[in-house]
Nanobody, 120 residues
Framework: QVQLVESGGGLVQAGASLRLVCVTQ???????MAWFRQAPGKEREFVAR????????DYAESAKGRFTISRDNAKNTVYLQMNSLKPEDTAVYYC??????????????WGQGTQVTVSS
């Protein structure tokens, strides 16, 4: 079983930055890695994904220009740098690994989530 462990969430004010970190296992190196988020009462939604080499990335419209996904395969780690945070970014953020795509069903492995709360 592949384990993904997220960290880096917290409570920040609007306009601040956070960097989320997801530590994976070596066997995920060939996978797409992605970040999803889920706000209270809402469905889990795609935020960003990155291919195995880091050479291809995709973002949700809400994340474009503010968030950056990256990976360091030598450290088995995936990052999500979030800048200019807004209250509507408040959610539990999940790291996922799998075949790719922008739906949660495309990913087989999930972390436990890390809470991000942005106050206005």
């Amino acid at each position: 079983q592949v384990q993904l462990v997220e960290s880096g969430g917290g409570l920040v004010q609007a306009g601040a930055s956070l960097r989320l970190v997801c530590v994976t296992q070596r066997r995920t190196l060939s996978y797409y890695m992605a970040w999803f988020r889920q706000a209270p009462g809402k469905e889990r939604e795609f935020v960003a994904r990155i291919n195995w080499s880091g050479g291809s990335t995709d973002y949700a419209e809400s994340a474009k220009g503010r968030f950056t996904i990256s990976r360091d395969n030598a450290k088995n780690t995936v990052y999500l740098q979030m800048n200019s945070l807004k209250p509507e970014d408040t959610a539990v953020y999940y790291c996922a690994g799998g075949a790719g795509g922008t739906t949660s069903g495309s990913y087989d492995y999930w972390g436990q989530g890390t809470q991000v709360t942005v106050s206005s």
